[in-house]
């Protein structure tokens, strides 16, 4: 392979994925493109390439989404770049997709593996319109490529590490600054699990699974669930005590307060902010006025944060495409701490949940 072109190149993924190309896997020209709305020099960066790899996606899990730009940021340009690695030759196509697909907030959904019968999840998916988008790219990928190109449908959940200027990392900075600490919400013996992975980990599975299927002699499309060794801990022990934790960082900064010493219980949080969600949304639908409130995190993102046990098996990462984290969990808790304690609050772009392309700056 001489050339791959990544798409979402300004991406906190993208960012991770050129550092990889560059350090690992020397050699390879790279193509960078960024998202723009009307696409200009998309096919320009596609033609030539053997890999592409497409970061660009529209995240929206607020209480009411943009359809709109869901539409048109994960289905449309999904459905116009197939068409362009169809006329160019494109050997493989590496696509972002995300665990939510097969997430349910009904039952636990613990070490799942890959899968596409999306009948027992589609009633269920914590974030009905932002889901929905990305499974009509999954399967315009599926359907529409006629074997000729090889497809790797990469299932991501949250991410965090260096470039990060838009996670549910930064959101507990940002509480923080606004509040002066951080509540302790529900007993921790109730705590839930939600699965992260570090974002150099997922940029070094996405191309090496890539070139996995650049390398066999048959065109397929496989979906393949990317996770690391990051701790299956509650999101307090996770980011509070770990990640954000400068206790070990010399140039920690004193912005990042320890939690509250007291508990709030989870239900007597949670039922009322339901209600609230359910509220906006009632008002919105008669009266179609767009409420400031409308911007609020779906009350399953606090579920699922907060709540519920939500992570999933790596075996075929492992087993198929022989893919191990490049970096331990050692020395992604080490450059984590590192940058996050350095990171001003003004860096930050926004809350995680509300619709952005970019989750870096430079």
């Known amino acids: 392979m001489k050339k791959i072109t990544i798409l979402g190149a300004n991406t906190l993924l993208g960012h991770h994925l050129v550092t990889v190309v560059d350090n690992v896997f020397s050699g ?10 009307k696409r200009d020099g998309l096919k320009e960066a596609i033609e030539g390439s053997g890999m592409v790899i497409n970061l660009h996606e529209l995240q929206d899990l607020s209480l009411t989404p943009n359809m709109e730009e869901l539409n048109k940021n994960n289905v449309e340009f ?3 770049l197939i068409s362009y690695c169809k006329t160019s030759n494109v050997s493989v196509l590496v696509h972002l997709s995300t665990t939510y697909l097969q997430c ?5 959904n613990v070490y799942g593996r890959e899968s596409e019968d999306f009948g027992q999840f589609l009633n269920d998916f914590p974030f009905p319109s932002y889901c929905k988008s990305k499974l009509m ?17 990469s299932r991501v959940g949250p991410i965090y590490g ?4 838009r996670s549910l990392v930064c959101d507990t900075l940002l509480v923080n600054k606004y509040f002066g600490f951080f509540p302790r919400i529900g007993n921790h013996k109730d705590m839930g699990v939600l699965q992260f992975t570090y974002a150099g980990n997922v940029a070094f599975s996405l191309l090496s699974c890539g070139q996995k299927l650049m390398n066999s002699e048959k065109n397929s499309c496989e979906t393949v669930l990317i996770c690391d060794d990051t701790p299956l801990h509650d999101f307090y022990s996770l980011i509070l005590d770990g990640i954000l934790d400068s206790k070990e960082v010399d140039t920690g900064h004193e912005e990042i307060k320890k939690t509250s010493t007291w508990t709030i219980p989870f239900w007597l949080i949670f039922f009322p902010y339901l209600f609230i969600c359910w509220l906006v949304q009632l008002i919105t639908n008669i009266s179609n006025l767009h409420l400031s409130l409308n911007y609020l995190p779906s009350p399953n993102l606090i579920y699922l ?4 046990w939500t992570f999933y098996s790596g075996y075929k990462l492992r087993v198929f495409f022989d893919v191990k984290p490049f970096y331990d969990w050692e020395t992604c808790l080490k450059r984590s701490r590192l ?12 809350p995680s ?3 952005s392309t970019i989750k870096m700056t430079n």
């Open 305 to 308: 944060l907060l709540r519920h």
């Open 104 to 108: 349910s907030t009904k039952w636990p």
């Open 162 to 165: 260096e470039g990060d200027r």
């Open 353 to 355: 949940w509300l619709s």
């Open 137 to 153: 790219a999954e399967e315009f990928l599926r359907n529409d490529l006629d074997n000729k190109i090889s497809i790797v449908i």
């Open 339 to 350: 940058y996050y304690t350095n990171l001003k609050t003004e860096e930050i772009e926004g």
């Open 78 to 80: 999904v459905s116009e």
């Open 28 to 37: 390879i020209d790279k193509t960078l493109w960024n998202y723009n709305d």
